[in-house]
Structure formats: C-alpha cells, structure tokens
C-alpha cells in the first residue's frame, strides 16, 4: 500500500487497525510466555525424571553399602566442608579420642592373603564326627616294601562333609486296651500329649515347617511339593493350619511375655513395612502393615524382635496398642503417628530420629550419578556433613554413657548445628528445586529437626533406626517369596512365628532345635500356670540345652 493511499484511509480506521494489531501483539507475547513457562517446567519435569531413574538405577544395580565412598586425592575432605570455627571442633574431638592410630593404606597391600591355620577345624566344630575304618597297606606288601621291618608312624587324616538330606519317619504308637471279664468295662492306657488332636503333627515336623518357612522364606507351597518328592502328601492348607492353630495354642504365651519384656527396656526401635492379606475384610486394594519392635542389650533388655500385625496405618491405635503404659524413648523413622503418640503421652514418651534416613537421600544422589557429579555438591557436601557427624560420635561408641554424652555435647552438637544452619540456608535457593531428591532431603531435615537433635540429649540413642529396618528386612525377604498372606489369623500366626524366629537367632540359636525343644517343653507344662515355666523357655535363658545353641 502507498503513501497516498494510507493517507486516504479514515482515521477510525486507522485506529482500529492499530488496536487489532497491538491486541495481536499482546496475545503472541501471552502465548509465548505461556509457552516458555511450559518449557520450563517440561525442563523441569525431565530433570526430576532423569533423577529419578540414575537413583532407581542406583537402587537396582548400584553399590548397595552406605558408607561414604573413598574421597580421591585432590577432592573436597571434611576439613574442607566445616566452617572455620567448626573445624577446630573436629580437631579437638580427633585430638582427645584415645588410641587413635592411622589405618594403612589399603592399596599398598600386595602380598596374598594366606590360609588362616585351623580354620578348617573350626568350621567343622559342633558337628557330629564318625571315623571311619582305618586304611592300611597288606601285611605283604608291607614286607616287601620293608625287609627289615617297619614303623607305624601316626595317621595322616583327613575330613570330608557329608550331607544327609532330611527323611521321615513313622512312629506308631501303641496304646494297650484292656478289656474286664464279665463285661466290667474297657480302659486304655494313657495317652501321651500330642500337639494337635488326631494331627500327624510332632516337634520335629513342626520345628521343620517354621524354620523352612520363617527363617528360610520358604512359601509352603513350595515346601508341600518337596515334601512329595519325599513321599509324604500334605497339602500346604494342612500346613498352614498347622501354623495358625500352633501360633494360637502354644506361641501366644510365648508371645506375650516376650513383649511385656520388650516393654521394660529403655529404648525401642520401630518399623513398620505394607503387605497384601487377602481376605482383610476391608476389599481389594487395602492395604495391610507389619510393625516390629526391636530392643537390644544396652537398653535394658535381652535381643527381643517382636512383630505385630494391623490391618491399617492411617491412625494411631496399633502403636497405642502395643505399647500400653510404655515409658521411654522409640527410635524411629518420620513416619508422624508416632510424633502423634508421643505428644500425646507428655514427657513419658519419646521419640528420637533417624540420621540414616538424611544420609541416606544424599548418598544416593551422589551414587546415582557417579563420576558425573563433581565434588562440592549440595549432596555431596550434606553427604560429608553428616558422616561427620558419624564419625565423632562414633570415637565414643564403646566408653561410658557419662564420656559419650559428654562428647556429643562437647563436639557432636556443634556439628549438628552447622548441619541445620547450613540446610536453613539452603531452603529457598532458587538452583535447589524443592521437588528433586536433594530439595525433598532438605525438607525433611528441617521438619524433622527436633526429633533428630534428640540423641544429643541421652547417650543411649543411635544415631540411626538401622536395628529396626535390619530386623523388618527378614519379613520383606519373606513376603516377596510367599506375595501374599490369605487371612487376618494367618498374618497373625505370622507375627508370632517371625517375632520368636528372629528373637531366636539373635540369641545366637538354632532355630529348629530351639522350637522343637520350646514345643516339647510346652507339652510337659500344659497343666501349669506358663508364668511358672515362661521365663527358663526364652529365647535369652541360659537354661535351655546345650544343642540349641550355635557354636559359631
């Protein structure tokens, strides 16, 4: 269009033309910050995914130790991430710790291992040995060989492991029945006790069932098929109706005092994991969860696990249930029904964090991304933060309760504060997006700050709920052979078997010699009150067989 024709246009409609063009302008410049802003957050997005699968990545094939990774020469060290005025802190703790000499150097080690001397025999030791006969030379071979006779030196021996697969056996009992003259009636002699009525169920039989199954993760489907192949049919509902009435009759007892003893301990790990039972009663979908509780030697108490089954998580009731009028302190993980308990019960109750949890979201940041990510990364340096932290406390593991509270006033809390200063100022960071796994680490720091600061305040407390994800580790091994559980008494049964199982072996026991001998002993007592006799059966007493216990 020429000059003289845009001056000849009317000047409305000028205008109008310039208003439809300014609003076309402000609708592209609309469109293309909406555009930019979704690119962003598709950039976003694909960032927190490629996170996400180097960590899923990390979790399926990775490196599995938690422990911080060798820092190479040259790269960031401890020293380098504290404060100044942390570091002399660091120092004094190192200075004072006594006995403290340098590791060697792992990699200037060359020469080959050499074989332990009399390893052998004491990996054989405890276990039945049979000599067999002596193998000699012929008398006339031995003349030839020798014209003006011989010697007999000492034998040399040597030792071979046989296995002997497990076999049955069918003992049939013999009961007299008396018949009197002159139709004077008919007696028996006495039956002796028998753990189910009409069952072919023995101690032995039982004690196989629950260490195939509790302890080896064994489902009992699979147990009923081995159990064919040796000519014996019993269905896996027979078996799992054995468990269930066993759990119910004779371990509830067992049970029971095990946890009134739990309860007596000054500090309780605490755990909980979901699995699937079938007919819950709630419908499909629900899910239902495994809590244990686990007490140690230090906090007053005998290695007791308890496992406890609750058809919910949502509320509070299942921690209230179990621990009743418990006074002391929990060691847990963030999950806030317990904070819900233990504000509710004032100062009786306490519940103290878990330092792993922290550690654990940065060193898995690091681990997932390898020799990608540099040195002096938020994860990295949270990473380094709080393994300081270990290790200071760590110098004082083994003294008294009076030096290592001492220490973690002294040269711990110091550390702690950093650590939360130092996340405190990486909150709002706008390169640390609140979404990624550091940004979701930082955020549960802080809420969980209180909780986590609890140990500094009494010796007795880890640093960490290890003991109880370690314990819950042998009932998730468990479910992902066996999928799913059918009925609320078979998760019930489940708990009991697992709670005397895993107590068992934390004694240092054999686990089927110990409840073949508890279920013996239990038929010898059943006319007796079970506070008369409980104790002597524990898992802890030292009044059980020798045979019970591991020698190694």
């Not at 003349?143 to 497990?166: C, M, T, W």
């Amino acid at each position: 269009m020429s000059e003289e024709e845009l001056n000849n246009i009317p000047k409305d409609m000028i205008i109008k033309m310039y208003v439809q063009l300014s609003d076309s302008f402000d609708l592209m410049n609309s469109q293309m910050d909406q555009l930019i802003k979704q690119d962003k957050e598709l950039n976003r997005n694909l960032a927190l995914m490629k996170e996400q699968i180097a960590i899923l990545t990390q979790n399926r094939f990775g490196r599995k130790t938690e422990k911080s990774a060798d820092i190479p020469s040259g790269q960031m060290t401890i020293m380098d991430i504290l404060p100044e005025d942390m570091r002399d802190v660091f120092n004094e703790a190192e200075a004072t710790a006594e006995d403290n000499v340098a590791e060697p150097d792992m990699e200037t080690i060359t020469y080959k291992r050499k074989k332990t001397s009399g390893k052998r025999d004491r990996d054989l030791e405890g276990i039945e040995v049979i000599v067999d006969d002596t193998i000699t030379l012929p008398e006339a071979e031995l003349k030839e060989r020798f014209p003006y006779g011989y010697n007999r030196l000492p034998d040399e021996i040597y030792r071979e492991l046989e296995f002997i697969p497990s076999k049955f056996l069918v003992h049939e009992k013999h009961i007299a029945v008396y018949a009197g003259k002159k139709d004077t009636g008919v007696i028996r002699a006495n039956r002796p006790e028998r753990l189910l009525k009409n069952s072919l169920l023995t101690p032995s039989l039982a004690a196989g069932v629950i260490d195939a199954k509790y302890v080896n993760h064994l489902p009992l489907n699979r147990l009923s098929e081995d159990f064919k192949r040796k000519n014996v049919n019993i269905s896996k509902q027979v078996l799992a109706g054995w468990m269930i009435k066993l759990a119910d009759r004779y371990f509830s007892p067992v049970y029971k005092h095990m946890r009134d003893e739990i309860l007596k301990s000054k500090l309780i790990h605490c755990d909980e994991t979901p699995f699937k039972v079938i007919n819950n009663g709630r419908g499909p979908g629900t899910k239902d969860y495994m809590w244990v509780y686990h007490s140690y030697e230090r906090y007053g108490s005998p290695p007791i696990y308890i496992y406890g089954y609750h058809d919910g998580r949502r509320n509070a009731e299942a921690l209230k249930e179990f621990l009743g009028d418990y006074k002391g302190i929990l060691m847990t993980d963030g999950y806030n029904v317990y904070h819900t308990v233990a504000n509710e019960r004032g100062d009786t109750l306490k519940v103290a964090g878990c330092w792993a949890h922290v550690k654990r979201g940065f060193a898995i940041q690091v681990k997932s991304q390898g020799v990608e990510t540099p040195y002096g990364t938020v994860a990295d340096e949270g990473n380094k933060r709080i393994a300081a932290i270990y290790h200071v406390d760590n110098m004082c593991k083994d003294k008294s309760e009076e030096e290592r509270l001492k220490n973690r006033q002294a040269s711990v809390k110091p550390l702690v504060d950093a650590y939360f200063a130092w996340t405190r100022s990486l909150r709002d960071r706008p390169d640390i997006d609140r979404g990624s796994n550091v940004g979701k680490v930082i955020s549960y720091s802080l809420n969980q700050e209180k909780f986590l600061r609890e140990f500094l305040n009494d010796p007795i407390i880890p640093l960490d709920n290890n003991d109880a994800e370690r314990s819950i580790r042998s009932f998730c091994v468990g479910k992902h052979s066996w999928n799913v559980i059918g009925t609320k008494n078979g998760a019930t049964s489940s708990a009991i078997l697992y709670s005397i199982a895993e107590t068992a072996k934390a004694n240092n026991l054999k686990t089927f010699e110990y409840f073949q001998y508890l279920m013996e002993q239990i038929l010898i007592h059943l006319d007796d009150d079970p506070r008369d006799y409980m104790e002597s059966i524990m898992p802890w007493s030292k009044e059980l067989p020798e045979n019970c216990f591991k020698t190694k």
